[in-house]
């Protein structure tokens, strides 16, 4: 096997509490993300949010060729970047999106099947109107309605006891479901997760650039980013006011001195220079 003419980095990251802060500002990674395209290092968003979202994210920033939307139930790519194969479908927005995991509707037809016959204890985002979600969000209106425009995922709270969830995440189980607890809800999804999300861009990345040999900073704050930063060659976590909330097991593991946006581009400047 040739040896790789050069080595560069991507950043794969989370969004919530990572890049983005409390109040969905950026603002104190916008340095780090000027470094990073002077650098040309490619931004993947790897986030719990949905393709709707995440794509209305990527527009306003108007630098990342992937996402992986879902907690890994899907990638897109966008349809001028080198990842897309000659005959990957594209979307009207210009994407390649492909599936790696179960639908939420298999999902939803196996929880609330739970749900009516046991009684379980949850609410999701199939039981609330626009207006609910943007109580339990504080996102606007419109946001909301792209937070409902799910693929693969279902968020809920859970209002049972430990006794109940053990017996219904058993029952998940069994379906091939899973149920991962993220910063604001529960995620009811397929066996799919942010690694298998960021390992199939990285192979799409690998695969348009045979001479580079990419090596991947994972960033994230919370329990389900934790496999993520495991998986990556550095891994920076994000603290909350209280502290990190996850120790990966990762040698190349560097803690971000601040929370949220700053705590990032703090990070991603210390690791790229």
């Excluded at 794969?12 to 993300?33: I, P, R």
């Excluded at 990073?36 to 949010?49: A, D, I």
């Excluded at 709707?52 to 108007?62: F, G, H, P, T």
Aim: proline content about 3%.
């Amino acid at each position: 096997m040739g040896t790789k003419q050069n080595t560069r980095y991507l950043v794969v990251t989370d969004l919530d509490s990572s890049l983005l802060d409390e109040d969905y500002s950026y603002s104190g990674a916008e340095g780090a993300l000027t470094t990073m395209r002077q650098m040309g290092v490619p931004l993947v968003m790897n986030s719990s949010k949905t393709y709707a979202e995440l794509r209305a994210l990527a527009s306003e920033l108007d630098e990342c060729q992937a996402l992986v939307a879902e907690n890994g139930g899907l990638i897109a790519l966008e349809g001028r970047s080198a990842m897309v194969h000659e005959g990957d479908p594209l979307d009207s927005f210009g994407y390649a999106y492909q599936n790696l995991g179960k639908s939420r509707d298999e999902i939803l037809q196996v929880a609330h099947k739970l749900r009516d016959t046991h009684g379980y204890k949850f609410e999701g985002f199939a039981d609330w109107q626009v207006c609910d979600v943007v109580e339990h969000t504080g996102l606007s209106s419109e946001a909301a309605a792209l937070a409902m425009d799910r693929m693969a995922t279902e968020p809920i709270h859970w209002h049972g006891d430990e006794a109940e969830w053990d017996t219904f995440t058993k029952a998940l189980t069994s379906e091939s479901i899973r149920a991962i607890r993220g910063g604001r809800f529960i995620h009811l999804m397929g066996m799919s997760d942010k690694v298998v999300g960021m390992q199939a861009v990285v192979q799409r990345i690998q695969a348009a650039d045979l001479d580079v040999e990419w090596k991947v900073i994972a960033v994230g704050d919370s329990q389900n980013d934790l496999a993520m930063l495991e998986a990556a060659d550095v891994a920076l976590v994000i603290p909350h006011a209280d502290g990190p909330h996850i120790k990966p097991n990762n040698p190349n593991t560097i803690y971000a001195r601040f929370v949220g946006s700053t705590g990032w581009g703090q990070g991603i400047i210390e690791i790229l220079k």
